[in-house]
């Protein structure tokens, strides 16, 4: 099947600054702290968060608006403080934001380590597989075989964004690196190794 037919899950956003805001706090952790000493706690987020500093604080402000009556975070003032976090369906956007930018870097020389990703996805979970089968695609992953796939540059970082994004458990999806695999040439071509 083709990842078109899943495209939900890679939704683009509605607008960059919804985009800026969800991966701000996504890669902020668990909880956002904002102390609140203006009448307004958004000059406070401009001046934690300097890339919103490009749109009007009246649009950052209806942005959190928006984002909080969309279920998507949670703000809770207390103390003269805000506190500011991701509800559940908030991090899997904001996730999907950083899985559209996903890119694996190659390096100027080759370590000789090739990267083994193993997945045994259940059936009820087959749109999952699919999009995952996607990724890889996307990532340029050689499919060794029908379940396990192979990149030669360093890609830990990014398989676990996968598997935390599409919520995979460690029975569900492996990550090995070897260097002896026997005959290599297939690979080596696909990935350009040959000198």
């Given at each position: 099947?083709?990842?078109?037919?899943?495209?939900?899950?890679?939704?683009?956003?509605?607008?960059?600054?919804?985009?800026?805001?969800?991966?701000?706090?996504?890669?902020?952790?668990?909880?956002?702290?904002?102390?609140?000493?203006?009448?307004?706690?958004?000059?406070?987020i401009?001046?934690?968060?300097?890339?919103?500093?490009?749109?009007?604080?009246?649009?950052?402000?209806?942005?959190?608006?928006?984002?909080?009556?969309?279920?998507l975070?949670?703000?809770?003032?207390?103390?003269?403080?805000?506190?500011?976090?991701?509800?559940?369906?908030?991090?899997?956007?904001?996730?999907?934001?950083?899985?559209?930018?996903?890119?694996?870097?190659?390096?100027n020389?080759?370590?000789?380590?090739w990267?083994?990703?193993?997945?045994?996805?259940?059936?009820?979970?087959?749109?999952?597989?699919?999009?995952?089968?996607?990724?890889?695609?996307?990532?340029?992953?050689?499919?060794f075989?029908?379940?396990?796939?192979?990149?030669?540059?360093?890609?830990?970082?990014?398989?676990?964004l996968?598997?935390?994004?599409?919520?995979?458990?460690?029975?569900?999806?492996?990550f090995?690196?070897t260097?002896?695999?026997?005959?290599?040439?297939?690979?080596?071509?696909?990935?350009?190794?040959?000198?």
């Amino acid at each position: 099947m083709k990842l078109a037919k899943y495209k939900y899950y890679f939704r683009k956003p509605k607008s960059e600054i919804t985009k800026d805001v969800l991966s701000w706090l996504f890669l902020a952790g668990a909880m956002v702290v904002i102390t609140e000493v203006s009448p307004s706690f958004i000059a406070n987020i401009l001046l934690e968060y300097q890339k919103l500093k490009k749109y009007p604080k009246k649009r950052v402000a209806s942005t959190f608006s928006y984002l909080r009556k969309r279920g998507l975070l949670n703000m809770e003032q207390k103390d003269h403080q805000v506190y500011i976090s991701l509800t559940d369906e908030g991090r899997r956007k904001a996730g999907m934001f950083q899985i559209n930018s996903l890119g694996i870097r190659r390096p100027n020389k080759w370590d000789g380590n090739w990267r083994f990703l193993l997945f045994d996805i259940k059936e009820k979970r087959r749109p999952y597989r699919e999009a995952l089968r996607g990724m890889l695609k996307q990532l340029h992953f050689y499919p060794f075989q029908k379940s396990v796939w192979v990149h030669a540059f360093d890609c830990r970082a990014e398989v676990e964004l996968l598997k935390d994004f599409f919520g995979l458990s460690e029975d569900e999806l492996r990550f090995l690196i070897t260097q002896d695999i026997g005959n290599e040439d297939k690979l080596k071509h696909f990935f350009h190794l040959f000198d």
